[in-house]
């Protein structure tokens, strides 16, 4: 398993994959560690999640630089991720105790009511896009909730694993969270292990429906988020400059590698002209360049496969009449220019498909009502973004797009405070709030009859 620098493609660092015998060891010592950690008093797992957080405030330049150098990730937006990490820490620390207060419930018994107890292990199978947050989102409420974690990572970012193992044994959670460092076939063994109590996968489609499959079969609980081609619909009466300004930024954000981030810019007929003009302004204030540089907030893709998709996705775009209004290209090893692209129609791979790169393309609707439609028009439904100076309306518009969460007049975004997941091939479940902290427990009812 080799670590490589996306921006220079040199070698970092190698490392031995675990088998499946070594892997029997790790679960063993966290199904101990699960039996001790579930029974420690609720302000003692507060106090080491509030270490944990302590650490990454402590040494976020450091645990950025490797996110940078693992993935390609612009500094700037390593260190964000690093500061997120801490917040859900901190969120959790702070609220789990009340999230899993029993809950009494009015019966003509003596006395009922509802408790929420930890299931034990939980293996996450986590992507590189965002190789700290996606890691802590689903493991933070999990442990808070009393169960431990084993972590399956993307197999280009072993250093971010096993910097993350670090960090949560210098908090004092010892053999509570553990990476392994495996592959694909040893992480589906896994989930047939009887020790193993639920998974939590981010990923693809097809990741996702072959660990359903798996997981169904074996019964283990689990939490899916999987692609997203979120729309972003914008309105005869939105604020552009306000419109467009967010729309770069939703769309180019990890360039332009996010599930949620903006990948459909519907576009009312009667503004469509100036959307264009001002988006392309705002695309033009891009940097792209060496990700550890400040002042750069376009870095190179994560994969030279990557680069390679994004190239025939517009090649096909182009061959069936779409234009090209700025950009699109790729330039030296995995480093692409920021592309937008117009004209576009159903049948082109640029909507079919995932596009996970800094490439917009623009659909030109002639009302609401069909922008709606077309925001539907997809197999996926994790996020969306509604904008108009008329909120009332936007609402209205809300409870018609077919999706996990809508942002009105804001950028799709993931916030510890609220639930997080999608519906159709997004996936199922949800992370983060209570939602996300009740996900992976036994939810018991307690009745004392006379």
């Given at each position: ?12 660092k ?23 950690w ?10 080491l ?15 950025a630089?490797?996110?940078t ?9 390593s ?21 899993l ?16 107890e ?33 972590l ?14 670090e ?8 053999n ?49 988020e999987l ?25 180019m ?29 705002q ?52 480093f ?7 004209n ?35 197999e ?41 997941g ?24 307690v009745?004392?009859?006379?």
């Amino acid at each position: 398993m080799k670590s490589i620098n996306p921006a220079t493609l040199r070698v970092i660092k190698e490392f031995n994959r675990l088998s499946y015998e070594d892997c029997q060891k790790e679960i063993e010592k966290s199904r101990r560690a699960f039996f001790e950690w579930k029974k420690k008093p609720w302000a003692n797992k507060a106090k080491l999640l509030k270490n944990v957080s302590s650490i990454l405030k402590r040494n976020k330049n450091e645990y950025a630089e490797i996110i940078t150098s693992e993935m390609g990730k612009p500094i700037a937006e390593s260190i964000k991720e690093i500061e997120k990490c801490a917040w859900v820490c901190e969120y959790y620390a702070e609220n789990s105790k009340r999230m899993l207060k029993d809950e009494t419930v009015k019966t003509e018994m003596k006395k009922s009511y509802v408790s929420f107890e930890p299931l034990g292990i939980i293996l996450g199978i986590m992507p590189w896009n965002f190789p700290f947050w996606q890691v802590f989102r689903f493991a933070v409420p999990a442990l808070a909730a009393g169960n431990t974690c084993l972590l399956k990572h993307a197999s280009n970012v072993p250093i971010c694993s096993t910097t993350i193992e670090e960090i949560f044994n210098k908090s004092g959670m010892k053999n509570v969270f553990k990476s392994l460092l495996i592959d694909s076939h040893t992480a589906m063994e896994l989930i047939e292990n009887g020790l193993i109590n639920g998974v939590s996968l981010t990923g693809s489609v097809g990741a996702g429906k072959k660990i359903a499959e798996l997981s169904g079969k074996n019964l283990k609980k689990l939490v899916l988020e999987l692609g997203g081609s979120d729309p972003y619909i914008v309105l005869k009466d939105a604020d552009l400059k306000s419109c467009c300004a967010t729309a770069i930024k939703a769309r180019m954000i990890n360039s332009g590698q996010s599930c949620i981030a903006a990948k459909r810019f519907i576009v009312v007929k009667e503004v469509a002209k100036e959307f264009e003009k001002l988006f392309v302004e705002q695309a033009k204030l891009l940097k792209v360049g060496n990700p550890m540089n400040e002042n750069t907030t376009i870095g190179p893709l994560a994969k030279p496969e990557l680069a390679d998709a994004l190239e025939l996705q517009i090649k096909d775009a182009v061959s069936k009449g779409a234009k090209i209004l700025y950009g699109g290209y790729r330039l030296k090893g995995n480093f692409f220019m920021p592309g937008i692209i117009t004209n576009v129609e159903d049948d082109m791979k640029i909507l079919t498909e995932e596009t996970f790169g800094p490439i917009a393309p623009i659909i030109i609707v002639k009302d609401e009502k069909e922008a709606i439609k077309v925001a539907n028009n997809t197999e996926f439904g994790l996020g969306a973004s509604i904008w108009t100076r008329n909120l009332k309306k936007a609402e209205k518009l809300a409870k018609e797009i077919q999706t996990g969460t809508v942002f009105i007049n804001g950028m799709v975004r993931s916030d510890p405070r609220l639930p997080f997941g999608g519906i159709k091939n997004s996936g199922f479940g949800r992370e983060l709030s209570h939602y996300g902290i009740k996900e992976f427990v036994n939810i018991k009812t307690v009745v004392i009859d006379k």
